[in-house]
Nanobody, 123 residues
Framework: VQLVESGGNLVQAGGSLRLSCAAS????????IGWFRQAPGKEREGLSC????????YYSDSVKGRFIISSDTSKNTMYLQMNNLNVEDTAVYYC?????????????????WGQGTQVTVSS
């Protein structure tokens, strides 16, 4: 299982970014996949996850209405469209995946992780 994030950048408040998570060694259909972030001095936060088979999506309250998770199974890639960014969104963003059992979202304790991509929002 390998996950590679990309798309992080420096952006002004109110701007948008799209993150990508390219998966290899497995197919998105069989895995619980999602996005997390960790800001300096803060705990890791689960943001969003998707079940590519039935379209189920989950969003945390902190990003609901601003972020959109999607996937392209032909590319085995997951995306996170981030709109209306604010300085509190500054963090390293990670994608995670584990074999799906009963849960649609990855379990941080057992998931495989990407290396992360830095998102910095300036005021």
């Amino acid at each position: 299982v390998q996950l590679v994030e990309s798309g992080g950048n420096l952006v002004q408040a109110g701007g948008s970014l799209r993150l990508s998570c390219a998966a290899s060694g497995f197919t998105l259909d069989d895995y619980a996949i999602g996005w997390f972030r960790q800001a300096p001095g803060k705990e890791r936060e689960g943001l969003s996850c998707i079940n590519v088979n039935d379209g189920y999506t989950y969003y945390s309250d902190s990003v609901k209405g601003r972020f959109i998770i999607s996937s392209d199974t032909s590319k085995n890639t997951m995306y996170l469209q981030m709109n209306n960014l604010n300085v509190e969104d500054t963090a390293v963003y990670y994608c995670a995946a584990n074999v799906r059992d009963d849960a649609d979202c990855p379990d941080p304790d057992i998931a495989s992780w990407g290396q992360g991509t830095q998102v910095t929002v300036s005021s």
